[in-house]
């Protein structure tokens, strides 16, 4: 296994839309443990490939405290949704940014498993939450775009001056 490098706002690879994976194979489930892999030394709860740089349609998602509940969503499709809640979030990609933003509250999830079986699953609260969050990834969004104007152009400035900072020798 190997861990992957998270990639941060403003990376113009976070923007790229993923492609849909059309076959899952050995290879692909190598990737896949590596994903799992940087989401847990990430300590976060959701990683899609968009945001190690791999521009397929593959999430890896864990709300479990244990860390042992790995959900893994190809080529996922939000085929229902309703209602609507607002969460606090936060994005790996996104560092130290802490925003509310408003989702569905439900939503009906087509994908593949990892043996390449189709499934289809229902989740509400933070697993819908998460995984409306890792779809947006796939298609190149990040939450920081459900912000106010006023708060995007802080964040941009914040980012810069990251960058700037991390730059220098
Ligand atoms: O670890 C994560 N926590 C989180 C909290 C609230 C809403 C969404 C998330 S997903 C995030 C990991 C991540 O960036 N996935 O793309
Ligand atoms: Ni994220």
């Given amino acids: 296994m190997a861990l992957l490098q998270i990639l941060t706002y403003p990376d113009p690879r976070l923007r790229e839309k993923a492609q849909p994976v059309d076959a899952v194979d050995a290879q692909l489930r190598q990737f896949i443990d ?6 847990y030394a990430a300590k976060g709860i959701g990683l899609a490939a968009t945001q190690v740089g791999v521009a397929k349609r593959v999430v ?17 499709r939000i085929v229902a949704r ?21 989702r569905a509250e439900r939503v009906t999830v087509s994908y ?27 298609d190149g969004k990040l939450f920081v775009d459900y912000l106010s104007r006023l708060k995007q152009d802080r964040l941009r400035k914040k980012a810069g001056k990251r960058q700037r900072e991390e730059t220098r020798v």
Avoid at 34 to 39: E, R, S
Avoid at 62 to 72: I, Y
Wanted: glycine share 6%; hydrophobic share 40%; with cysteine.
């Fill in 34 to 39: 590596d994903m799992a892999q940087t989401m």
């Fill in 60 to 76: 890896v998602i864990d709300l479990s405290a244990e860390r042992d509940r790995l959900q893994v969503l190809i080529n996922p």
């Fill in 82 to 102: 309703d209602g609507v809640q607002v969460c606090e979030e936060g994005c790996l990609s996104v560092p130290d940014v802490f925003e509310e933003v408003e």
């Fill in 112 to 138: 593949l498993d990892r043996d390449g079986q189709a499934q289809q699953m229902d989740a509400d609260g933070l697993l819908a939450v998460c995984v409306q969050h890792e779809i947006d990834h796939l």
